[in-house]
């Protein structure tokens, strides 16, 4: 939609997945059960770790942390592209779409921060085991989640505020799912090229940063797991390492590629498939890959589902 230089957007039309009214269902079926199953899983997690004593320990604490992000991260932008592929609505106003924008990068800022701690987390378990209660206790866990909260609160603001200072009046088509600010900072008719920069700084200090952290603290990892005597306990390092790279990958690989990919000016899926990547599959995969698998909670989701069995008898 086309609008006059001298109107100011009122409302945004975010992108749609399909305008064939039989795959919008579709589509608003499968956000739901994606949806559904994440917030289950993580909220099964948080369950879990709390209810359970033997849990009670730094991985598990910054776990508990990260299934609750998780299950936020997921409740911004899915239900409300699920109702709107259902009910065909793509409209959201600028109030709405400035704490979608706010609350998205909040989130994600948070997730990648306490993906960064975790990587912390574990070179210390496995690196230095004596010190471990010492450099891991209660009151530095809490420390470093207050900073990811902080961190992602500060980022968020100063990147919403930024960004909504901008006119909007050449366009309200927002090419997106959800409102986020690459999409934004192409319908402005304001000078967007500070914004680009400081976009491009936020994710060489914060992503980049957070990702060589992680990467460092890994390589430090590996050559200790090789030293250990016995195999099998490699292979259990590494199948908790690797999947952890995997997804931190996946989420600054994709999101980079959404904020640094060239204008478009036409509506397409492709423009929607990134953002999916990491806004709605590293949620949604959290709970498996760093719960589901583990041996601790199936022993800890067994033993609660016994107890619920022998308290209905």
Do not use: W
Not at 41 to 46: A, K, S
Not at 108 to 123: F, I, W
Not at 207 to 212: F, K, M, W
């Amino acid at each position: 939609m086309k609008m006059s230089n001298f109107t100011t957007v009122t409302e945004f039309l975010l992108m749609g997945f399909s305008d064939i009214r039989e795959l919008q269902i579709f589509y608003s079926f499968l956000l739901f059960l994606i949806y559904s199953a994440g917030l289950m899983g993580n909220l099964l997690i948080v369950m879990i770790t709390t209810i359970d004593r033997r849990l009670h320990t730094p991985m598990y604490f910054f776990l508990r942390n990260l299934a609750m992000v998780d299950a936020c991260y997921l409740s911004i932008t899915v239900p409300q592209a699920s109702f709107n592929s259902l009910v065909n609505n793509r409209t959201i106003s600028v109030t709405g779409c400035a704490a979608q924008v706010f609350l998205v990068i909040f989130m994600a800022c948070v997730e990648l921060t306490l993906l960064t701690v975790m990587a912390r987390d574990r070179y210390v378990a496995i690196c230095h085991p004596l010190h471990y209660p010492v450099i891991m206790s209660p009151r530095v866990c809490l420390q470093m989640t207050l900073t990811c909260l902080i961190t992602g609160l500060v980022y968020s603001a100063f990147h919403t505020g930024y960004t909504f200072r901008l006119s909007f009046c050449h366009s309200n088509v927002v090419h997106q799912f959800f409102c986020d600010i690459p999409s934004l900072l192409r319908i402005s008719c304001s000078d967007t090229f500070s914004n680009k920069l400081s976009l491009i700084a936020g994710e060489l200090v914060v992503g980049a940063g957070c990702y060589a952290f992680i990467i460092a603290s890994y390589v430090r990892i590996f050559s200790t797991v090789l030293k250990f005597p016995v195999k099998e306990d490699q292979k259990k390092a590494f199948s908790t390492c690797i999947p952890h790279i995997t997804v931190v990958s996946l989420f600054l690989i994709s999101g980079a590629y959404v904020y640094a990919q060239p204008p478009s000016d036409s509506e397409s899926l492709k423009d929607i498939i990134p953002s999916v990547f990491y806004t709605v599959i590293p949620p949604f995969m959290n709970p498996i890959i760093y719960s589901l698998r583990n041996k601790q909670i199936k022993d800890a989701m067994g033993t609660l589902m016994k107890s619920t069995i022998f308290i209905k008898k």
